[in-house]
């Protein structure tokens, strides 16, 4: 089978890189491996949160400290400024809509109501700044849903100087989810409520809204699209805003749904649940790759893209004595000794977590030191940065992704 | 996958981070609350299970073995197989009349079809329908597929078999249960098409039911007299072997030597669905299609569950997409919710059509002629619970081809 690009990796920068290629009329398909990251999604797209331990208050004033390694760094502080400028007209036409801007971080409110520096907040979720000031809020908890913590997140929001009222709804079809404690989950509450017709769920809102300002549920609307949410909106007299639950993330499947039916009708193409198992490398080309299911058929193009994620997703793989790429055994920034991958103290930064591929300028991959010329890698693959201690890997997913469907099409 | 060499189960349960992913794709727990889902089902439930089986829950016949689980998971682990193993290993010995009926599809098959119009007739009738559904738990709300009264074995034997070896190439054929009894115009499809690119089709020597529906009824020791069998068969054929079930094929190259330990390393890639087979044909130039110039149909194609599982869909979709009068809306992978034998049982009846009525709404919503899907499970449920009507993908080609200009082609 022949292709324009194949993405390795369906998750945020898979995605976002496809939808550049596919926009641009590329032929592409993803080999996606199990669902992605975006399953435990924040609600929020960090650019760059913290530096060294401190707060950034301004991500595109702070890129030009980061490290050369850093994947910001290689893109240059110009095109990374330019490129977070388009991506929430990009993510918009994916059906995903955001709030914020890349000159002054805001706060997100975490699932146990902490507050951390983002840059892009999903529009139905209450931020942890200043705009609610003054305002009475009632956290609204569907009945036994044990995911979304009150009490945390009240006080979390009392600290912020706002106070907050706790209460809960129950309806029939939600009670007998109970009967199984372990199954009473977000998503499963969304398909529910599918089937309840938000009317219903409206109603018992609204019987307890009274004389708020604000109502806060748990992000539990809408794992496949914006209109259970939307809906609820226009039918609910006070504001209705919604706080981050525990995995999984609805709002993460509902972009993850949206993203990949965006990149479908572009034209390109899903091969969901299997795994690239091997390829050839020859001339400082990838010539083919294979995956499992497809067996001895060759997946053949232009260009490849690695887009698999870290440690987690299986980008990078960790044995006794190595840290190692394992589809292509591709160049890793790892350390040779053991000890050095750790700090003892397990708080700190962990040199581990800043390991994964190695790129040159272009984002081109190598082995053995030398490049493989069309073998790109984007995302949390990519090493040079502790993503999640400075809170960058939603930016850095969206942002190499897009530059590197840039990077393609110039060829 | 070098992680694997650390796991001690051949399912990779060690591998479960709890990350909760496979829970959002369960079709069951979404509408049926009282399954305690895959994650507990699967490999939380085994942790406890290997200490002692009395954790063995009953629950887990819920499960449809829809492997949807398995195609989310990000980590590799073979939750649907954990389930099955479990039920296979802890569940009741003794199997109920009712699913012993329904499992043996072949020995059913035959003295139905001798029977054929007695059966369709009394099978139609209501008093019948209530019978069954009082003394045997079949529910009666459920259209039965109709026998055929030939065979298809009579059939190729009769008009088929003696002009096989006119041709250059050869495969075999599995045809399955549903093609022998209900529906021998699909293998007679196939026989068409398959003479008119070139190759003459052969049936195995005493192919027996896959199995597929012993095993998930508890009838594990003969499911595994069949495989041998099959396999046997197979392996004496020594030519690929073509299916037009997804199910079928997905059975015997994957449940075999996963649930019932028959090794079929030797020959599984021999074992390929049609639409595979041919879409290569053609896009390695090995032969070629003439397709009629009135042919014209907007079709939904309907991933089912083992074609998902497999990967394959690619090749249904690319094949059914070659036809140039062909309009191909592709809807949402999802559960239709029969699973073989499962939504025929009363207690699973109400369940079933829960967790079919979003593809329902998106196949009403479609506007097409009709809907194609690999699998005839699917087939059967999409019949009675839409308007629409149903093709195996090889039927679709079957018509849509131009016989004699082919044939001239591949001459």
């Known amino acids: 089978m022949k292709f324009d690009t194949v993405i390795i990796g369906g998750g945020l920068s898979g995605l976002a890189c496809g939808i550049s290629l596919a926009e641009k009329g590329k032929k592409c398909a993803v080999v996606s491996s199990g669902q992605g990251a975006l399953h435990f999604f924040s609600g929020s797209f960090d650019l760059l949160g913290y530096i060294d331990g401190s707060e950034v208050e301004s991500p595109i004033q702070a890129l030009s400290s980061l490290n050369k390694e850093h994947p910001y760094s290689l893109i240059g502080v110009d095109e990374v400024e330019r490129i977070s400028n388009e991506i929430p007209a990009f993510l918009n036409k994916t059906g995903v809509k955001i709030t914020g801007g890349n000159a002054k971080n805001h706060y997100r409110l975490t699932p146990i109501g902490n507050k951390r520096p983002t840059w892009l907040t999903i529009d139905e979720y209450i931020t942890a700044d200043d705009s609610f000031n003054g305002k009475k809020l009632l956290l609204l908890n569907v009945a036994g849903y044990l995911d979304m913590p009150v009490k945390f997140i009240a006080t979390g929001l009392e600290q912020q100087g706002l106070s907050c009222d706790v209460d809960e709804i129950s309806i029939p079809e939600l009670e007998k989810r109970r009967e199984n404690a372990s199954e009473m989950r977000s998503v499963n509450i969304s398909k529910t409520i599918e089937t309840i017709g938000i009317n219903r769920i409206a109603d018992a809102i609204n019987s307890k809204g009274n004389g708020y300002d604000v109502v806060l549920l748990p992000a539990v609307f809408g794992w496949n699209g914006n209109e259970q949410f939307e809906t609820l909106k226009g039918l609910v007299k006070p504001m209705v805003k919604t706080v981050a639950t525990l995995p999984p993330a609805v709002p993460g499947v509902r972009i993850q749904t949206l993203m990949r039916k965006y990149f479908q009708s572009l034209g390109g193409t899903i091969l969901t649940g299997d795994i690239v198992v091997g390829g050839k490398i020859e001339n400082g080309k990838l010539q083919w790759i294979n995956t499992r299911n497809l067996e001895d058929e060759k997946l053949i193009a232009a260009t490849y893209v690695l887009a698999t994620g870290n440690f987690f997703s299986r980008g990078i793989a960790g044995a006794p004595n190595e840290i190692y790429e394992p589809i292509f055994g591709l160049d890793v920034n790892t350390k040779a000794c053991r000890d050095e991958w750790y700090d003892e103290r397990f708080f700190n930064p962990q040199p581990y977590m800043r390991f994964g591929v190695s790129v040159d300028n272009n984002f081109r991959t190598l082995k053995n030191g030398k490049t493989i010329e069309n073998l790109y890698a984007i995302g949390s693959v990519l090493g040079g940065a502790d993503q999640i201690k400075e809170a960058s890997m939603g930016g850095v997913s969206l942002i190499t992704g897009v530059h590197v469907a840039e990077l393609i099409s110039k060829r | ?411």
């Open chain 2, 1 to 411: 996958m070098k992680k694997e060499q650390y796991s001690i189960s051949k399912d990779n349960f060690e591998q479960c981070l709890k990350c909760t992913v496979c829970t959002v794709y369960c079709p069951v727990s979404s509408v049926n609350p009282l399954y305690p889902g895959p994650k507990q089902a699967g490999p939380d439930g085994e942790r406890l299970r290997l200490k002692d089986k009395a954790f063995f829950d009953e629950t887990l016949k819920m499960c449809l073995n829809c492997k949807r689980c398995e195609v989310a998971c990000p980590s590799g682990v073979k939750i649907g197989d954990i389930i099955q193993r479990a039920r296979m290993n802890y569940g009741p010995k003794k199997v109920k009349f009712r699913d012993m009926m329904l499992a043996n599809t072949d020995f059913v098959g035959t003295m139905a079809n001798l029977v054929a119009p007695v059966v369709n007739f009394t099978l139609g009738m209501k008093p019948v329908k209530m019978v069954m559904d009082k003394v045997m738990a079949i529910d009666h709300r459920r259209t039965f597929p109709k026998y055929s009264g030939i065979k298809f074995e009579t059939w190729y034997k009769r008009n088929a078999a003696a002009a096989q070896g006119q041709y250059k190439n050869q495969v075999s054929y599995f045809h399955g249960c549903y093609v022998n009894y209900n529906f021998p115009k699909l293998g007679q499809d196939l026989v068409k098409v398959m003479n008119a690119l070139g190759y003459g089709v052969n049936l195995l020597d005493k192919e027996k039911c896959c199995g597929v529906a012993l095993m998930s009824n508890g009838l594990t020791a003969q499911a595994a007299k069949h495989a041998e069998q099959n396999m046997t068969a197979i392996r004496k054929s020594g030519m690929p072997v073509l299916t037009t079930s997804s199910t079928c094929t997905f059975t015997m190259r994957d449940e075999y030597p996963h649930l019932l330990n028959v090794d079929n390393a030797d020959i599984r890639d021999n074992i390929t669905l049609a639409t595979r087979f041919i879409y290569r044909l053609i896009e390695d130039g090995k032969a070629r299609i003439a397709f009629r110039k009135d042919y014209k149909a907007r079709i939904a194609y309907q991933t089912a569950c083992h074609m998902e599982k497999m990967g394959w869909k690619i090749y249904s979709i690319s094949m059914l997409k070659m036809i140039p009068g062909v309009e191909l809306v592709e809807l949402d992978s999802t559960c239709c919710g029969i699973g073989g034998t499962y939504g025929f049982k009363k207690e699973n009846y109400e369940t079933s059509q829960k967790i079919g009525a979003p593809l329902f709404k998106q196949i009403e919503d479609s506007g097409v002629d009709f809907v194609a899907t690999d699998c005839e499970t699917c087939k059967w449920q999409i019949e009675m619970s839409t308007s629409k009507t149903v093709q195996n993908p090889i039927s679709v080609l079957a018509d849509a081809i131009d016989i004699e200009e082919t044939i001239k082609l591949n001459k």
